[in-house]
């Protein structure tokens, strides 16, 4: 159980376009979802924390209006990357933690491997 | 700066060997959280500790939690090289929501 699904799993395209990646809770309700930044053997940073129903919360840094994210489900979250530019070129993970209150592990996605050319 | 700091960066043993990782963090936790990366993929969920909690099992996996020194280990016995991945510790921190802040990662090789 608990398994989340990351899609595309790849994009390549040009400088300028807009690319969406989108994140699903498949077999359990995620009122909380969590996009992941990490660059090659880098850590995780966050990026921000979307909730269900109601405005994403931003991490200190991360522009709002490039990274947009959207929960408009219980199973499902948004990132719409913004006119990307070479230097959005990153691997873009989501996850979900399941429900139980405090002390409930995440569930990651496979990820999103985005190139900007 | 991040809260966490794992040592070593890189490990490379033999299959067979125990490998053990070390993570350290610089303010009150909830719970800590151990989490494997194969390369190019998501993160896989190892073990939960919480901060009331010293030590926990799970098959070879061993986690010690040490809130007075501020630091974590987690030990894999008798390793294969399918255990070959980066592991991340991960805090919660005390009043931090559910945030994860994840620590730098080991990259761990281990080699027939």
């Known amino acids: 159980g608990a398994v989340v699904s990351q899609h595309p799993s790849w994009v390549i395209c040009k400088s300028g376009t807009s690319v969406k990646i989108e994140c699903r809770s498949l077999d359990f309700q995620a009122t909380t979802m969590f996009w992941y930044r990490q660059f090659p053997k880098q850590s995780l940073m966050l990026m921000a924390t979307?909730?269900?129903?109601?405005?994403?919360?931003?991490e200190q840094g991360v522009e709002k209006d490039k990274f947009l994210i959207n929960h408009a489900s219980l199973t499902l979250s948004t990132l719409t990357v913004t006119s990307a530019h070479p230097e959005d070129s990153s691997f873009y993970i989501c996850?979900?933690?399941?429900?139980?209150?405090?002390?409930?592990?995440?569930?990651f996605g496979d990820g999103t491997r985005l190139s900007i050319l | 700066s991040q809260q966490g700091e794992e040592d070593p960066q890189a490990l490379s043993i033999q299959e067979g060997e125990n490998a053990t990782m070390n993570c350290s963090y610089k303010?009150?936790?909830?719970?800590l959280q151990w989490y494997r990366q194969n390369s190019g993929r998501g993160l896989v969920h190892l073990i939960l500790i919480r901060s009331n909690e010293r030590e926990k099992h799970s098959g070879r996996l061993r986690v010690t939690l040490d809130t007075s020194k501020k630091s974590s280990s987690l030990l894999i016995t008798a390793s294969r090289a399918a255990d070959t991945a980066s592991y991340f510790c991960?805090?919660?921190?005390?009043?931090?929501?559910?945030?994860?802040?994840f620590g730098t990662g080991t990259q761990l090789k281990v080699e027939l």
């Open positions: 991960a805090t919660v921190l005390t009043g931090g929501g559910n945030k994860l802040t």
């Open positions: 996850s979900a933690r399941t429900p139980g209150g405090w002390g409930q592990p995440q569930h």
């Open positions: 979307s909730n269900e129903g109601s405005k994403a919360t931003y």
């Open positions: 303010t009150s936790i909830n719970n």
